[in-house]
């Protein structure tokens, strides 16, 4: 596509359960991040990945926070045990060079 | 670590210009961008500015930096109530290799 891709747009999950938010970078977008926009909380950094490896991991909030980046492109953010805290929209963003484009988020809610 | 200053709120009447102002205090600002986000929506890219210009003009809208202060404006000329939203200023730290964002500016138009 011709933007950064989100999936899911929406995901309501019960305490206690893992979920996965998927993020498609711009083809040939090189790096890639991860953000977490909450009420009250502004827009917090997570993870940032060039290529494959993540050299800054230092957003992560706790161990149950894990993302990996296959094929230097899908990234995965993974959040087990869900915490109602964590109901947020996570943003993911690709950029090459400059220009770092963010897609329109995958909104969480644990109830 | 490093942080980027909005004031939160901006009122202006339609057809008249807009400035939003961002101080950041970042030694080693690569480039500073400017978000806008719509209710509901992800982070759209309007225009970014590398450090070591002055000024940039993308049709209604204007960028200047003053690095010595580290000061950063967006002027919205001929503002629209399209315009309403919230404009994040981020400042893409090169030691640090994230963008780091402001609390936003809730922009509100009205006729």
């Known amino acids: 596509g011709a933007g950064v891709s989100q999936s899911p747009s929406n995901k309501v999950t019960e305490k206690g359960k893992d979920v996965e938010l998927r993020c498609d970078p711009i083809?040939?977008?090189?790096?890639l991040y991860w953000y977490r926009q909450s009420l009250g909380q502004g827009l917090e950094f997570l993870i940032y990945f060039q290529g494959n490896s993540a050299p800054d991991k230092s957003g992560l909030p706790s161990d149950r926070f894990s993302a990996e980046r296959t094929g230097g492109s899908v990234s995965t953010l993974t959040i087990q045990r869900t915490q109602q805290e964590d109901s947020a929209v996570y943003l993911c963003?690709?950029?090459?060079?400059?220009?770092?484009?963010f897609g329109e988020g995958s909104w969480l809610t644990v109830v | 670590g490093e942080d980027v200053e909005q004031s939160l709120f901006l009122s202006v009447r339609e057809g008249d210009s807009s400035v939003i102002n961002c101080t950041y205090t970042d030694s080693s600002s690569t480039y500073l961008y400017w978000y806008k986000q719509e209710p509901g929506a992800g982070l759209q890219l309007l225009t970014y500015i590398f450090s070591n210009m002055d000024m940039k003009q993308d049709q209604r809208l204007t960028v200047l930096l003053n690095k010595k202060d580290k000061h950063l404006s967006l002027r919205i000329a001929d503002t629209q109530t399209g315009d309403s939203a919230i404009y994040f200023c981020a400042d893409f730290s090169g030691g640090y290799n994230k963008l780091i964002f402001g609390a936003g500016t809730r922009l509100a138009v009205h006729p």
């Open positions: 963003a690709s950029s090459l060079g400059n220009t770092i484009y």
């Open positions: 083809s040939g977008h090189t790096a």
